[in-house]
């Protein structure tokens, strides 16, 4: 009886600590409070702009908006750096990070990805008349082709591993494009995606082979590691944001679809 009486407290203690477990879900969390913590730079159009007036736009700020919709929730807007975004969302300073954000394995070991927005691979954007001096690898890693680079990111991981010949100078990445256009740097490495968009905004700067990557890519969500439920409910947003055609809704808007020859 005494054994009956230890099981069926042990039991009881378990489902409370189940269900408290339960109750601290990371998703209960963010509709408890009412908000959505986004992680975003600001920086890196057409995924997150903010303006001077300090509003924010562009790909995923609009879907940071769906997702607090879904939710019931409002944003709120945490800004953050490419240095600093891995140590924000370890802080739990963010429910979910944001803005162009590209699938790596030392992300992963610290934190979750959603599941894949889109493939988008590193290339170079250049001047358009320079566009056949900068085709390869090869002919950009040499010390006399000048790279620019935002700080912290893929980007800058990129030509540290593929490009180590080249100059490299680091830039803030809102004027960065501008030291191209002035011939103040020869080259600047970043995602097909943002080299496309770059291409329609500015003429005179020009996308190379957006269609053949010279480093594979995917961008997706940055979620803290401590609950999959959350992961599991950011997924399905996604997916049904893609299947009804919101999500291709969104990215048309910023982005131009690239010719196929």
């Given at each position: 009886?005494?054994?009956?009486?230890?099981?069926?407290?042990?039991?009881?203690?378990?489902?409370?600590?189940?269900?408290?477990?339960?109750?601290?879900?990371?998703?209960?969390?963010?509709?408890?409070?009412?908000?959505?913590?986004?992680?975003?730079?600001?920086?890196?159009?057409?995924?997150?702009f903010?303006?001077?007036d300090g509003?924010?736009?562009?790909?995923?700020?609009?879907?940071?908006?769906?997702?607090?919709?879904?939710?019931?929730?409002?944003?709120?807007?945490?800004?953050?750096?490419?240095?600093?975004?891995?140590?924000?969302?370890?802080?739990?300073?963010?429910?979910?990070?944001?803005?162009?954000?590209?699938?790596?394995?030392?992300?992963?070991?610290?934190?979750?990805?959603?599941?894949?927005?889109?493939?988008?691979?590193?290339?170079?954007?250049?001047?358009?008349?320079?566009?056949?001096?900068?085709?390869?690898?090869?002919?950009?890693?040499?010390?006399?082709?000048?790279?620019?680079?935002?700080?912290?990111?893929?980007?800058?991981?990129?030509?540290?591993?593929?490009?180590?010949?080249a100059?490299?100078?680091?830039?803030?990445?809102?004027?960065?494009?501008?030291?191209?256009?002035?011939?103040?740097?020869?080259?600047?490495?970043?995602?097909?995606s943002?080299?496309?968009?770059?291409?329609?905004?500015?003429?005179?700067?020009?996308a190379?082979?957006?269609?053949?990557f010279?480093?594979?890519?995917?961008?997706?969500?940055?979620?803290?590691?401590?609950?999959?439920?959350?992961k599991?409910?950011?997924?399905?947003?996604?997916?049904?944001?893609?299947?009804?055609?919101?999500?291709?809704?969104?990215?048309?808007?910023?982005?131009?679809?690239?010719?196929?020859?």
């Open positions: 009886m005494k054994n009956i009486k230890s099981a069926m407290m042990l039991g009881g203690l378990l489902a409370l600590s189940f269900a408290a477990q339960a109750e601290q879900s990371h998703l209960d969390n963010v509709i408890q409070q009412g908000q959505l913590r986004v992680c975003t730079t600001g920086d890196y159009k057409p995924y997150t903010k303006a001077e509003e924010y736009s562009g790909i995923d700020i609009a879907m940071a908006r769906s997702l607090a919709d879904s939710l019931g929730v409002k944003v709120e807007w945490v800004q953050t750096t490419w240095k600093t975004l891995m140590p924000d969302m370890l802080a739990g300073k963010c429910d979910i990070g944001m803005g162009g954000i590209s699938v790596t394995l030392e992300r992963q070991k610290k934190a979750f990805f959603s599941t894949t927005l889109d493939v988008d691979g590193k290339v170079p954007l250049v001047r358009c008349e320079d566009q056949a001096l900068y085709q390869t690898v090869e002919q950009i890693n040499r010390p006399s082709v000048r790279l620019v680079e935002p700080a912290g990111g893929t980007n800058e991981a990129f030509v540290h591993a593929f490009l180590p010949k100059q490299l100078s680091l830039h803030d990445n809102v004027t960065i494009f501008q030291e191209l256009l002035d011939k103040k740097a020869d080259v600047m490495i970043t995602d097909a943002e080299a496309l968009y770059q291409q329609k905004l500015k003429p005179g700067l020009c190379v082979n957006p269609g053949q010279m480093q594979y890519g995917e961008k997706a969500y940055l979620l803290p590691r401590d609950d999959m439920t959350w599991l409910y950011v997924d399905q947003w996604l997916h049904l944001a893609k299947v009804t055609g919101k999500y291709q809704k969104v990215l048309g808007e910023w982005i131009a679809t690239p010719e196929t020859k």
